[in-house]
T-cell receptor, first 116, second 111 residues
């Protein structure tokens, strides 16, 4: 099956700094990428949907100025957590899909962010 | 509003025993339904999906699920569990180009 990678797999940063997380589709063209946030023992919550070359569409309650998403190519999307605070500590997961919404989303392994 | 409920947070079974993980959904139209498995350090992997047609869906790793419209359910089953099946399992409904996930069921398998 298709492979999606995320980098880094974990990151620790100080409060107030910004952190960038990369999501790459390794063997297919990801026309749409999704970013999720997962709290311990909870479900995946969709943060935003991005189509290559377009601005991301954010879910209600997600601050677009805090969680900057860039999807500049068909194989790479980035999520930047700006001015991170301890409450931003979480597990961030991306997924990627090629073409139609009927196609499968392939998920990355996730990135554990800890903000001190 | 669309939602997915997985009533069981944690299930423990013995290796070789049968398994059923429950999933109930709320969706106004014909749902697209999915089951994913999440293992530590790995991304979510699709086990099976239902779009239309036969309500009994076969998936990978010996899993199957049955769509029951009257009960708004899409329960996941496996006749004989292996120790390697220990993981977190998520049910999801496809709604307006998005996936809405349940809260997950953690499966523990005892030898």
């Amino acid at each position: 099956g298709a492979v999606v990678s995320q980098h880094p797999s974990w990151v620790i940063c100080k409060s107030g700094t910004s952190v960038k997380i990369e999501c790459r589709s390794l063997d297919f063209q990801a026309t749409t990428m999704f970013w999720y946030r997962q709290f311990p023992k909870q479900s995946l919550m969709l943060m935003a949907t991005s189509n290559e070359g377009s601005k991301a569409t954010y879910e209600q309650g997600v601050e677009k100025d805090k969680f900057l998403i860039n999807h500049a190519s068909l194989t790479l999307s980035t999520l930047t957590v700006t001015s991170a605070h301890p409450e931003d500590s979480s597990f961030y997961i991306c997924s990627a899909r090629e073409g139609s919404s009927y196609n499968e989303q392939f998920f990355g392994p996730g990135t554990r962010l800890t903000v001190l | 509003a669309q939602s997915v409920t997985q009533p069981d947070i944690h299930i423990t079974v013995s290796e070789g025993a049968s398994l059923e993980l429950r999933c109930n959904y709320s969706y106004g139209a014909t749902p697209y339904l999915f089951w994913y498995v999440q293992s530590p350090g790995q991304g979510l992997q699709l086990l099976l999906k239902y779009f239309s047609g036969d309500t009994l869906v076969q998936g990978i790793k010996g899993f199957e699920a049955e769509f029951k419209r009257s009960q708004s359910s899409f329960n996941l089953r496996k006749p004989s569990v292996h120790w390697s099946d220990a993981a977190e399992y998520f049910c999801a409904v496809g709604a307006a180009d998005k996936l809405i996930f349940g809260t997950g069921t953690r499966l523990q398998v005892f030898p």
